[in-house]
């Protein structure tokens, strides 16, 4: 069955360093999610990706976040100087029609 | 702004029928979404139901909607020790793409 791969699954930075989340999403897939899930709180949107541009961002996803595709393959995560509270388990998700499919996560541990 | 609201726990034992429920303001939801979160893995989509209908059944997975009072619930038939995990409701809008809203998961405990 085809799946979402996230890696790293875990990844500890220091504060102010950047770091690339990367993302393989389903082959066929057109749109394509990033969402983050702080502990012990909600999942929570960050940002949509069709047709090789944002089409949706939400407030969390400020000038610190970028996403590219920069292959027909990979879908990178990139967040810029990492503060403290950039802490958090990072999903990528991908959508067909109807269905929205996520990777397994990258825990992200900003010391 | 639209919000998701699920109880935060819910015990049951083995064998028995778990039902998990969750409230959303929005009216202007399309789809409604159930996925798992097992601990330390990602969220696995369980089922789905579109907005005009009422109730949808996946073999042990039966989900009700009922739009008036924008409740929608999971029932789990002859739960299981492996069926123990977070469960998240979530909804698409009709005015926000395909974004998901998620409510804040409720942890199923099933005892054997």
């Not at chain 1, 500890?12 to 993302?23: A, D, F, N, P, S």
């Not at chain 1, 969402?35 to 012990?40: D, E, T, V, W």
């Not at chain 1, 100087?81 to 996520?102: H, P, R």
Request: glycine share 6%.
């Amino acid at each position: 069955e085809p799946e979402v791969t996230q890696t790293p699954s875990h990844q500890v930075t220091q504060m102010g360093q950047e770091v690339i989340l990367r993302c393989v999403p389903i082959s066929n897939h057109l749109y394509f999610y990033w969402y983050r899930q702080i502990l012990g709180q909600k999942v929570e949107f960050l940002v949509s990706f069709y047709n090789n541009e944002i089409s949706e961002k939400s407030e969390i996803f400020d000038d610190q976040f970028s996403v590219e595709r920069p292959d027909g393959s990979n879908f990178t995560l990139k967040i810029r100087s990492t503060k403290l509270e950039d802490s958090a388990m990072y999903f990528c998700a991908s959508q067909g029609n109807t269905e929205a499919f996520f990777g397994q996560g990258t825990r992200l541990t900003v010391v | 702004g639209e919000d998701v609201e699920q109880s935060l726990f819910l015990s049951v034992r083995e064998g028995d029928s778990s039902v998990i429920n969750c409230t959303y303001t929005d009216s202007s939801s399309t789809y409604l979404y159930w996925y798992k979160q097992e601990p330390g893995a990602g969220l696995q989509l369980l089922t789905y139901i579109f907005s005009n209908m009422d109730m949808k059944q996946d073999q042990r997975l039966t989900v009700l909607l009922n739009k008036k009072d924008k409740h929608l619930s999971l029932r789990i038939a002859d739960t299981q020790t492996g069926d123990s995990a977070i469960y998240f409701c979530a909804e698409t809008l009709n005015n926000a793409g395909n974004m998901l809203t998620f409510g804040g998961g409720t942890r199923l405990m099933v005892k054997p």
